[in-house]
């Protein structure tokens, strides 16, 4: 018995025609990795729609609380905020603004307090940004305004902004992401994750309301009515703002839309953790205990949302599927041709969805720095999920 267990790491067993253990794991594994790049190959086709914006000019306009997340960069948040007000084109007395800030230093603190807007300080230094949102939320009734945007405080928005959300809102949008764009294209590096987050927006926000499924929420640039962002924001639980009201309003079945031409200008994500996420949280176990539910309800979004919680993220598929190949490839190389034509059909998937404009055109060179760049993610890849077997109190896990 203990001789057959032994034998999984013997090659010549795998090779062996009269087990046929090879095979099987080898279609068990196809099939598994097929489901997603299938999903990611849908999307990718439907990316390629022009965008239109379809939201006519309203005959009304709606008041608006806007608020910035501020942690620890309270200049940051001052450019941020000066940029809004000298820009946004908005009449003045329909939107207020309000920032919630926590570890602000004392100098940044008295600009803050000069500015014509409202501070919240949440009453916890250390917090999540769900309870800093909920922080402000409690300070307002619902009937105080029509909607709120959230915004971090690197956000710089375009001057019509509010005007493109209100159009949206007046026709009966309850929930818009706004097109997030990097704004430092000053490296290679920035440009590699500039294009990655445009692929991000193009395939799970874009092609998703192209086929009718609600956009992904992205941390920022984010538009609720007011009245249900106060009923379902202090219901919130977690540390992640987007991904958690990005559930309630699916079990609700609030539609998000995404609109493309409000750009919301931001700095670049840390996609280490992003990379993880599959092994964080449970998500996998509890997209599969609470799929069945959502299917036979007819909540079609939800549904949605938990196959894109099953699937790997896209930087581990790949690394998933040419790993496998190559073994394949060594082992047995008749078996291996599938795989790469499985690696071609993943990275069409990303071809279709790869972004337009300046990020576009400097992508060619920066395409040089690709290797370390993935060596970089691999690494940061494998000290997150040593951090997560081992945790090690940070400073920073509270970061908005």
């Not at 539609?255 to 931001?266: G, P, Q, R």
């Not at 205990?289 to 938990?306: I, N, T, V």
């Not at 337009?356 to 060619?364: A, D, F, M, S, T």
Request: net charge negative; aromatic share 12%.
């Amino acid at each position: 018995m203990n001789t057959n267990l032994f034998n999984i790491f013997n090659p010549d067993w795998w090779l062996n025609e009269n087990n046929n253990a090879l095979q099987m794991t080898d279609a068990i594994l196809f099939l598994l990795l097929l489901i997603p790049v299938i999903y990611l190959l849908i999307y990718g086709l439907a990316s390629l729609s022009k965008y239109k914006d379809p939201y006519p000019q309203a005959e009304e306009r709606h008041k608006f609380l806007i608020l910035f997340t501020v942690l620890r960069n309270g200049q940051e948040a001052i450019n941020s905020i000066n940029h809004f007000l000298n820009t946004q084109m908005y009449p003045e007395e329909l939107y207020d603004i309000a920032v919630v800030a926590t570890q602000v230093n004392e100098e940044d603190l008295m600009t803050l307090l000069q500015m014509p807007i409202n501070i919240v300080i949440p009453d916890k230094e250390d917090c999540t940004k769900v309870y800093a949102i909920q922080q402000v939320i409690q300070r307002y009734s619902a009937s105080e305004y029509d909607a709120i945007v959230i915004l971090n405080s690197d956000n710089e928005v375009v001057p019509n902004m509010l005007e493109l959300l209100n159009n949206a809102y007046y026709s009966g949008c309850d929930s818009i992401q706004s097109h997030r764009l990097v704004k430092d294209l000053s490296t290679s590096t920035a440009i590699l994750n500039a294009a990655s987050d445009e692929i991000n927006n193009r395939i799970f926000r874009k092609a998703h309301t192209t086929l009718g499924f609600s956009s992904a929420l992205d941390g920022s640039g984010m538009m609720f009515d007011f009245e249900m962002a106060h009923r379902v924001i202090p219901r919130l639980k977690g540390d992640d703002f987007a991904r958690a009201m990005e559930l309630e309003l699916l079990k609700e079945n609030i539609f998000t839309e995404y609109l493309d031409d409000t750009i919301c200008f931001c700095n670049p994500k840390n996609d280490s953790k992003q990379d993880l996420r599959i092994y964080q949280s449970g998500r996998i176990l509890k997209a599969l205990l609470h799929f069945p539910y959502a299917f036979f309800h007819g909540q079609w979004d939800l549904c949605e949302k938990y196959i894109q919680w099953i699937i790997p993220p896209r930087f581990l598929l790949s690394l998933y599927i040419i790993t496998i190949a190559t073994t394949i490839s060594i082992l047995y190389w008749p078996l291996c041709i599938k795989w790469w034509v499985l690696f071609i059909a993943l990275i069409s998937s990303f071809l279709l969805a790869l972004p337009e404009g300046e990020i576009n055109k400097r992508l060619v060179g920066a395409i040089w720095s690709l290797p370390g760049y993935t060596f970089k993610r691999i690494l940061a890849a494998l000290k997150s999920l040593i951090d997560k077997v081992r945790p090690i109190k940070s400073d920073n896990s509270t970061k908005y």
